[in-house]
């Protein structure tokens, strides 16, 4: 009889797909937690906001053990293709140009930028008003790249930062004119607060596809169909179910997805 366990044991070892290996394994996904109300750290230091709610949504719908890594913004591409993780949830805007080195998940959420300056200052062109002003953007982000290509040549000086709470304290600070953000970003992580108050929103809505994308999206490995598939399916199940939903109404009065 032992025999005989043993071998049937052995037999569903072998036929056991390697697959179920895989979904077993830990998901590590890459975060940047300074980015409220997307993602943020409580007074007690654990990371909180809408990214990492909707990413444990996720994984609780994948059914998946899911490990959050933090990392700075600039380095999360990099970390995801060294595989430091498995998968970057962290606000990354669906562009043509990480299109040539990650691939993307369908979105899960879509918002545009916008510019924040003193309260009463008018912008109608920026390329006009903007000239001789620093604009203060973070390093390696779409609104980088969108001030680097066309504020730049214009005569408007740009500025890096390694996180967009930085620019807010220079912004308020009088060591930056204006800065190139999320408009949820600026809303809730500055304009809400005490240093944001005597500043507002000024100007139009940057949405161009080119360097804005389709929204935001999780980032996996070139050729990763299958982590970007699991991902797809949960982000459409808890768009079905109302998980979104409960987590969008945490921290939104609107709807962040977008049409």
């Given at each position: 009889?032992?025999?005989?366990a043993?071998?049937?044991?052995?037999?569903?070892s072998?036929?056991?797909?390697?697959?179920?290996a895989?979904?077993?394994k830990?998901?590590?996904?890459?975060?940047?937690?300074?980015?409220?109300?997307?993602?943020m750290?409580?007074?007690e230091g654990a990371i909180?906001?809408?990214?990492?709610?909707?990413?444990?949504a996720?994984?609780?719908?994948?059914q998946?053990?899911c490990?959050?890594?933090?990392?700075?913004?600039?380095?999360?591409?990099p970390?995801l293709?060294?595989r430091?993780?498995?998968?970057?949830?962290?606000?990354?805007?669906?562009?043509?140009?990480?299109?040539k080195?990650v691939?993307f998940?369908s979105?899960y959420y879509?918002?545009?930028?916008?510019?924040?300056?003193?309260?009463g200052?008018?912008?109608?062109?920026?390329?006009?008003?903007?000239?001789?002003?620093k604009?203060?953007?973070?390093?390696?982000?779409?609104?980088?790249?969108y001030?680097?290509?066309?504020?730049?040549p214009?005569?408007i000086e740009v500025?890096?930062y390694?996180?967009?709470?930085?620019?807010?304290?220079?912004?308020?600070?009088?060591?930056?004119?204006a800065?190139?953000?999320?408009?949820?970003?600026?809303?809730?992580g500055?304009l809400?607060?005490?240093?944001?108050?005597?500043?507002?929103?000024?100007?139009?809505?940057y949405?161009d596809k080119?360097?804005?994308?389709d929204?935001?999206?999780?980032?996996?490995r070139?050729?990763?169909k299958?982590?970007a598939?699991?991902?797809?399916?949960?982000?459409?199940?808890?768009?079905?179910?109302?998980?979104?939903?409960?987590?969008?109404?945490?921290y939104?009065?609107?709807?962040?997805?977008?049409?």
């Open positions: 009889m032992n025999k005989a043993l071998l049937g044991a052995l037999a569903l072998l036929l056991s797909p390697l697959s179920m895989d979904d077993a830990p998901l590590r996904i890459g975060i940047e937690a300074a980015y409220p109300p997307f993602a750290k409580t007074p909180t906001g809408f990214d990492y709610d909707i990413g444990n996720l994984c609780a719908e994948m998946a053990k490990v959050w890594i933090e990392q700075e913004f600039d380095g999360l591409i970390a293709k060294v430091k993780f498995d998968a970057v949830l962290s606000s990354l805007s669906i562009t043509p140009e990480r299109l080195s691939d998940t979105k879509h918002t545009p930028a916008k510019l924040a300056m003193k309260a200052s008018v912008v109608n062109d920026p390329l006009v008003d903007l000239k001789g002003k604009v203060g953007v973070q390093r390696a982000s779409i609104y980088d790249r001030a680097t290509e066309m504020f730049a214009a005569g500025v890096r390694s996180s967009q709470n930085e620019i807010f304290l220079d912004l308020a600070a009088g060591r930056v004119d800065t190139l953000a999320d408009v949820v970003n600026i809303d809730d500055f809400k607060t005490d240093a944001g108050k005597g500043f507002a929103l000024v100007g139009p809505d949405n080119k360097y804005f994308g929204g935001a999206g999780i980032a996996v070139k050729g990763d299958a982590t598939e699991r991902f797809n399916k949960a982000i459409a199940a808890i768009r079905a179910n109302g998980k979104y939903q409960e987590v969008q109404n945490k939104f009065q609107f709807n962040v997805y977008g049409e």
